[in-house]
Structure formats: C-alpha cells, structure tokens
C-alpha cells in the first residue's frame, strides 16, 4: 500500500514566522496533535507536537519557558524524517516504530503535501488485517515450504467463500512452520475447519488462541 493512500492531505501546515500561541489556537480548532512547519514555498523546516505546544504553556506556577509571542522555531523538531506519497506504508511503519515519532510529512518535489499520523498507521493496519468486516478468523500452522498457500487457500476455494484477509508470521516454536492467520467473510467457519484437518492442517480458533 502506498503512501498517497491512506496520507491526510492537504495538509494543515503553520509557517515559520507565526508565533507558538498561533499554533497552539491552529491545532486547538482543528484538533490537531502535529503541526509542519513549513516556509513561502511550502518547505518542511520543522515540525510542532501536542507536547511541545503543551511545554511552551504556563506552568501552575505561573513559569513560563518559552514566551507564547515567540517563534515557532523556538520550539520545533528540526531535521523532520518526511516521505513521499510513492513510498510504501510498510517502510514508514518501521521509521515510526524505530524512531519513536507521532507522525512524518509527506514531502512531493520539495513541497509539504499531506502528513501521515500513528494514527493513520492504526487505522491501516485494521484495514488491513480485516477486522472491521463481519467474519470469522482461524489460525492454521503449515509447513515452510514453496507452494503452501495455494493448497491452504484452494479449500476456501472448494468451498466457495471468500478471503478478507491473510498474515503470515513465523511459528517461534518450530521453525519449520509458518501460522497464517486467515479472515473469512463467512460466520461458519466449520467446514472449512474440517476441510483443512482433513488436509492434514492444524487449526485454532479465537476460543483456541484465547482471543
């Protein structure tokens, strides 16, 4: 899946020259938790969170780091991880989860076009694993070989119900397996769970995997 797919844009941006009280009234009214701070010509120079707006405030002893009037650039992130809408969702995921960010902006020929948010990335992953449609979920352990999940996926085939969603993952207690979790759009799985034991698969059940 592609960047351009599940990205928010246009994006709600706040220039550089706008003051920190700008931005906290901005993400306030469009409820907003990140904020690009980008240049006339739409460049990222940096980018503002929730958090770093939230630290700039008053404090409940009337300190205050950073004067609201002051720039935004003040109290930016600086050197922004940003993408491009042709980069894949799966490689950002990892940039989000290896450099612990909230979001990154989605850069096109130099200009700040979209941003993507943990949240957009959440909002994928359930899109992608199926689980807002109706259905039935089973976990089949199968061998680790070329092939495999033609043979698993013909049994829904025989039995004429359709696939929403299929992840693959390692078996950590026998390498020699794979567990494929298949999501159904069919709220009786049971013939298709004695087809696959016929088959010689081992299969589990929500109730099985506790879920």
């Not at 989605?106 to 979209?114: D, F, H, S, Y």
């Amino acid at each position: 899946m592609l960047v351009e797919r599940i990205m928010t844009s246009p994006c709600i941006t706040i220039h550089e020259e706008k003051t920190i009280d700008d931005a906290f009234t901005l993400m306030t009214e469009e409820d907003i938790r990140h904020l690009p701070v980008v240049d006339d010509r739409m460049v990222v120079k940096g980018i503002i969170s929730d958090r770093d707006v939230n630290l700039a405030l008053p404090s409940m002893l009337g300190e205050n780091a950073v004067k609201l009037n002051a720039s935004v650039t003040e109290i930016m992130s600086r050197n922004v991880m940003t993408c491009h809408p042709l980069d894949f969702v799966e490689d950002i995921a990892v940039d989000f989860y290896e450099l612990a960010i909230g979001s990154i902006p989605v850069v096109r020929n130099g200009r700040c076009v979209g941003i993507v948010t943990q949240k957009d990335m959440l909002n994928t992953f359930l899109e992608l694993t199926g689980v807002m449609t109706p259905g039935s979920v089973i976990e089949v352990a199968v061998p680790d070989v070329a092939g495999i999940m033609h043979e698993v996926t013909k049994v829904f085939q025989v039995h004429q119900t359709s696939i929403e969603s299929i992840l693959v993952y390692r078996d950590k207690e026998n390498k020699d397996q794979k567990l494929v979790l298949v999501r159904m759009q069919s709220m009786n799985p049971g013939p298709i769970i004695d087809a696959l034991d016929a088959a010689g698969y081992k299969v589990r059940t929500p109730l099985d995997m506790r879920l």
